[in-house]
């Protein structure tokens, strides 16, 4: 049983294992677990994802975003990405929760009016179809043009602007994580439409 006032995401290795139960064969399954078993993370998800997208298999939403925070959390989203995204939509299924790949920027200040860095540029990675929030990935331009590897913060945030974001810190334990709850939270309290999410 599962303590109420655990965060959803918080056992780690249950994901895992419900994530690898999406894939038919138990030999896939075996060896995305396995993977987990010895540390090998990065090569589970990759197994994960090319079987998913070699079978053709229907991912719903919430899947889809789990396995692009699990991408984000063990490093290989720059890989996987792309990957993520093209996985077959579940038709029997609302699409409420939808990642999306560009790597298009806005102003963090323009998110975040009161952070330190002027530099900080938001990467929007989830959405929902529901609420309209997405989770973005907060980060800085190297000195050679390209986007930190690392996120420096994710933020919650209604692009209209019609509620506060929410801003979690990367060196706060599992804040994409948290990013993702805050959003699923969020659309459930915004009405029928986000129970699903």
């Not at 975003?65 to 990957?83: F, H, K, N, S, T």
């Not at 540029?121 to 997405?134: A, D, E, K, S, Y």
């Not at 690392?150 to 209604?158: D, M, S, T």
């Not at 019609?162 to 659309?187: I, K, N």
Request: glycine share 8%; net charge negative.
């Amino acid at each position: 049983m599962t303590d109420a006032t655990e965060p959803p995401y918080a056992d780690e290795a249950a994901l895992w294992s419900r994530l690898a139960a999406l894939l038919p064969f138990p030999e896939d399954v075996a060896e995305v677990r396995d993977c987990w078993d010895i540390g090998e993370q990065e090569a589970g998800l990759t197994v994960l994802v090319r079987r998913i997208r070699e079978l053709g298999l229907p991912l719903g939403g919430v899947e889809r975003a789990e396995i692009a925070v699990m991408a984000r959390q063990w490093g290989v989203w720059d890989r996987l990405g792309a990957d993520i995204v093209k996985c077959p939509g579940d038709p029997g299924q609302p699409t409420l929760l939808r990642v999306l790949d560009a790597e298009d920027v806005i102003p963090g200040r323009s998110v975040v009016p009161d952070h330190p860095s002027s530099e900080l540029l938001l990467v929007p990675w989830i959405t929902c179809t529901g609420c309209g929030r997405v989770p973005a990935r907060g980060h800085e331009r190297e000195w050679w043009g390209d986007l930190s590897y690392l996120p420096r913060l994710y933020a919650v945030f209604a692009p209209d602007r019609s509620v506060a974001p929410q801003v979690f810190d990367h060196e706060e334990r599992d804040a994409a994580w948290r990013a993702l709850t805050a959003l699923r939270a969020g659309c459930v309290r915004s009405g029928p439409n986000g129970v699903s999410a």
